[in-house]
């Protein structure tokens, strides 16, 4: 390292941490908040298409929602907010749709939430296309 680089960087090190504190604060405190906000927004917004695609799809089926215990609906909600991929916020929809669906085959698992919170699209796909080869050999599930 050349003399001069080496002081300019041990200046802020020794001397300058308090300037530089005080003159980038402002403008980094307001950078955290325009990123917290437009994360809040996302989030929001990703949960709120979750919960339309899931209510779109218990009316196409002719279903009236029922309520979803707590340790399935939150972590359904926290995942699919911070969701990215659309066929993933898909499955998230259709994971919340299946919880709020009434009966006895309505078995769905808190598993399930972590099962899907850890799968990459790549995943999610291979696991979808696997059910839909099953369901096409097979029609009826075995009782578990």
Excluded at 10 to 17: D, L, N
Excluded at 74 to 95: R, V
Excluded at 97 to 120: D, H, K, M, W
Aim: proline content about 8%; hydrophobic content about 45%; some cysteine.
């Amino acid at each position: 390292m050349e003399p001069t680089t080496t002081a300019l960087v041990a200046f802020p090190s020794v001397r300058g941490t308090a300037f530089l504190d005080a003159i980038l604060r402002p403008s980094a405190t307001d950078l955290g908040e325009s990123i917290r906000d437009h994360i809040r927004t996302l989030t929001g917004r990703n949960a709120a298409k979750t919960v339309d695609a899931a209510d779109n799809s218990l009316a196409d089926a002719g279903q009236q929602p029922h309520p979803v215990p707590g340790r399935i609906l939150f972590p359904i909600l926290d995942a699919a907010s911070a969701e990215e991929d659309l066929f993933l916020q898909l499955q998230w929809a259709a994971l919340l749709a299946n919880a709020a669906t009434f009966g006895p085959s309505n078995r769905i698992l808190p598993a399930y939430c972590e099962t899907l919170r850890q799968l990459v699209p790549v995943q999610a796909r291979i696991l979808d296309w696997m059910y839909d080869k099953y369901r096409v050999q097979d029609t009826s599930f075995p009782a578990w």
